[in-house]
C-alpha cells in the first residue's frame, strides 16, 4: 500500500485545521470543543504507518493498572532506594499545648 492510500484511509471527514502554539518549552495544539476529552489524562502515540499524532482519553481504571504494573516492576534495588528516599523520622515529642490555647479553652492546670 503506498503512503496517499494509507493516508486516505485513515483521513477524517470532519478533519479541521487548528492552531499550534508553545506553552512552556512544550509545543501544544488546540482541541476544538467538539472533541473534548471526558478524562484528565490522555495516551499520546506516534504511529509511523500513518505518521499521524495518536491522542486517546485513558480511563482512571486504565491509569491505576499501569501504575500496578509500574510498581510491580521496580528492580528490589528500586524498591530499596524508594524506602530511602521517602522514608522519614516522625517527631516522637508529646504535644503540650500552647498556654494561651488552654487559657482559652479552661484546661489550666
Known amino acids: 500500500m503506498s503512503k496517499k492510500v494509507i493516508q486516505e484511509l485513515f483521513s477524517n471527514e470532519e ?4 492552531r499550534l ?3 512552556g518549552g512544550s509545543q501544544a495544539v488546540r482541541i476544538p470543543a467538539k472533541w473534548r476529552f471526558d478524562s484528565d489524562y490522555v495516551e499520546v502515540n506516534w504511529d509511523e504507518v500513518s505518521e499521524s499524532l495518536v491522542i486517546r482519553a485513558l480511563s482512571k481504571e486504565e491509569l ?5 504494573a509500574q510498581v510491580k516492576a521496580l ?4 524498591k530499596e532506594q524508594i524506602r530511602k528516599d521517602f522514608s522519614f523520622v516522625r517527631d516522637q515529642t508529646p504535644w503540650t499545648p500552647n498556654p494561651k490555647f488552654a487559657e482559652g479553652l479552661g484546661t489550666e492546670n
Do not use: L, Q
Open 64 to 68: 491505576k493498572a499501569a501504575f500496578i
Open 15 to 18: 478533519a479541521i485545521s487548528t
Open 21 to 23: 502554539f508553545m506553552n
Open 75 to 78: 528492580t528490589p534495588e528500586e
